[in-house]
């Protein structure tokens, strides 16, 4: 076991809250959930996730020390944006907006999330989302807020728990920062339908859902505008139009290989590539989300540093490049043989699509696997045997209870580089092994026991 494993995570379900805590939290859920964006039940966790102060913030320094070696891995091949994508196989058309003259650097890491789950109590990072965006901003700040509220007076436990930090605030100083955004600018945030959650594709419907960011966008006198993408328009000088009027910048919370070539989508594609409005953040970011870099990181491994070495064999686990020749050598045999080993992920796919976990299949269908990923762009990640934690439920429409020990993944989230906050994933009763929202999970939020408080009952 190297230095970095013998310092454990713990993270702290249903065992934690008295049995008082959870009444309150079941007879809230039905009213917090309902306002809070990606909370589509049919569970809905009573409570929320907890770790330490000290685990959270060794949580954010191992997701920030991890973002800036995949820059460091990138940067060892390639200088630019476009240099970037050519080592990384991608056609232009999944980047119509990349600059490819751009160069790579820290200003790329504004918005990360990584994915991680514990093993034993050991963080081990699955991927590393670095765009704009990232997800689990809004909800965590929603979930956060109402239960740390809900606890207020308690005589637990519970009462000394607090936020893991403002991820929406954050984010908006960093646009604000990166964008160059002053008072009276208007933030264009695009609805879409590409990748969308089901149901939030029309812009008012979107709008609702994203009206948490309103007012703490207006604390910093800049005004949201939601307006479809499709209906995005464009003057004679190349300003991006939004209700008829130019807008000073764009947050971008899609993926644009995933939206349709609609007037309003080719007019902002147009408006960013001639340089008359700035995104947050530059699809040269997302590049560096993909997992052929976690790839790399264990390719270089033997000319790194030592503390570098050891930190990748500590956290992230083995990933490599999924091709026909590899499938033909004895590793791929290997792979092939002993298939609970392994997951097949597409390297720049999202929402947990095309993802397969061997020990879930038969021979056949992981041998089917195995050659389709081939011809796809994936890579073969190991299996980690994740930890799980035991949650109180309640069932949206029965409103009855039921307490399961479930898989859960957290996501750091950094925005400038800050600490931002904690959001979670967790399995559901019946739910994928996958442990994304377009696959059954839950989002939660997890809250900071303060060490000086009482003790936690698990």
């Known amino acids: 076991m190297s230095e970095y494993e013998s310092k454990r995570i713990r993270v702290l379900g249903a065992d934690f809250f008295a049995p008082g805590d959870l009444d309150i939290g079941g007879k809230a859920a039905p009213e917090m959930f309902s306002e809070v964006f990606m909370a589509a039940g049919p569970w809905w966790p009573t409570h929320p996730l907890v770790i330490t102060d000290t685990d959270r913030r060794r949580l954010e320094e191992l997701s920030w020390r991890v973002t800036e070696m995949i820059l460091s891995a990138a940067l060892r091949r390639a200088r630019t944006a476009g240099e970037l994508c050519t080592a990384l196989g991608y056609s232009e058309a999944l980047t119509p907006m990349l600059d490819t003259e751009e160069p790579l650097g820290r200003h790329l890491l504004s918005s990360v999330r990584p994915d991680l789950v ?16 990232v997800g689990g901003a809004v909800p965590l700040d929603q979930m956060g807020a109402s239960f740390v509220d809900m606890y207020k007076g308690s005589t637990t436990a519970a009462a000394d728990l607090s936020v893991t930090g403002y991820a929406v605030r954050r984010r908006f100083e960093s646009i604000v920062e990166d964008l160059g955004l002053r008072p009276g600018h208007r933030l264009l945030v695009p609805a879409f339908s590409g990748g969308a959650i089901p149901g939030y594709e029309a812009a008012k419907r979107f709008a609702e859902a994203q009206g948490y960011m309103v007012p703490i966008a207006r604390s910093m006198g800049i005004d ?21 009027s130019p807008v000073d910048g764009v947050l971008r919370l899609f993926l644009s290989a995933d939206q349709a070539e609609t007037p309003g989508f080719t007019n902002l594609v147009r408006s960013v590539r001639a340089g008359r409005v700035g995104m947050f953040t530059s699809e040269a970011a997302w590049l560096l989300s993909n997992k052929h870099i976690l790839h790399w990181l264990w390719e270089d491994i033997d000319r ?5 070495q050891d930190f ?11 091709t026909s020749d590899w499938l033909r050598s004895d590793a791929g045999a290997s792979a092939i043989r002993d298939r609970g080993e392994w997951v097949v992920k597409p390297a720049g796919g999202s929402g947990g699509e095309g993802v397969v976990i061997g020990g879930q299949v038969d021979a056949d269908a992981w041998r089917d696997a ?6 796809q762009d994936c890579v073969l990640q190991r299996k980690v045997a994740v930890d799980k934690v ?3 439920f309640l069932h949206d429409l029965t409103r009855r209870t039921r307490n399961e020990e479930v898989p859960f993944l957290l996501g750091p989230l950094l925005f400038g ?14 739910s994928s092994e996958v442990l994304n929202v377009h696959q059954g999970a839950s989002i939660q939020s997890v809250l900071a026991l303060r060490e000086h408080g009482p003790q936690p009952r698990g």
């Not at 956290?315 to 490599?320: A, I, Q, S």
């Not at 580089?417 to 019946?430: K, Y």
Request: net charge negative.
């Open 304 to 308: 790194l540093p030592r503390g570098e």
């Open 370 to 375: 195995l050659e389709r990923g081939a011809g």
């Open 118 to 133: 514990l093993e034993e109590g050991v963080p081990r990072v699955l991927e590393v989302n670095i765009d704009g965006a």
């Open 224 to 244: 949201l505008v939601f307006v479809s993408v499709d209906d995005l328009g464009i003057d004679h000088e190349d300003r991006l139009l939004a209700e008829g």
């Open 312 to 322: 990748i064999r500590s956290f992230v686990p083995r990933t490599l490049p999924l």
């Open 390 to 392: 035991r949650v109180s």
């Open 417 to 430: 580089g800050r600490g931002s906050g904690i959001t979670a994933r967790i399995g559901v009763p019946e």
